[in-house]
């Protein structure tokens, strides 16, 4: 009745069961390892079509160049091919900043929905970790307790 219990133990088996998993730091780092992966993906994708888009964009400007360059009979057709180019540069340059802000918007849809594929991801993780880690520490306590009467 008088004996004090000794709680050494029932402490190092608590900290012991603490929930510090190695695995878990291991899979955070390969989830945050595949989602860089995932948008490295979506931004190079991106530039490779903006570079596209771009070189596409040169060379038919430099097209529209030639065809205004050439030497004409009537002074009148220099006036002519230069509102041609003109035109054809305006409507060039619609086309393409139409096709830049496509490119722009597939980005964003594709960020957003790794985005949140990512945080349901890690509300499933932190889920499943915090039940381990109440289960481990319930069961501590019911040993403890069962150590101390």
Do not use: C, H, R
């Not at 540069?89 to 802000?101: C, G, Q, T």
């Not at 849809?109 to 319930?138: C, Y």
Request: no cysteine; charged share 30%; net charge neutral.
């Amino acid at each position: 009745m008088t004996k004090t219990p000794d709680f050494t133990k029932v402490m190092q088996d608590m900290m012991a069961s603490f929930p510090v998993d190695a695995a878990a730091f291991q899979n955070a780092f390969k989830t945050q390892a595949a989602m860089g992966e995932k948008l490295s993906k979506v931004a190079l994708e991106a530039a490779e079509k903006s570079t596209e888009i771009t070189a596409k964009w040169a060379k038919d400007a430099i097209a529209k160049m030639s065809d205004a360059t050439k030497a004409k009979a009537d002074p009148a057709e220099y006036t002519k091919a230069a509102s041609d180019l003109a035109s054809a540069a305006a409507e060039m340059a619609a086309e393409n900043m139409a096709a830049f802000a496509e490119v722009a918007k597939k980005v964003q849809m594709e960020t957003v929905e790794l985005m949140l594929a990512a945080g349901k991801d890690a509300t499933e993780e932190a889920t499943a970790a915090v039940k381990k880690a109440t289960a481990d520490v319930t069961a501590v306590a019911k040993k403890a307790a069962a150590a101390a009467k």
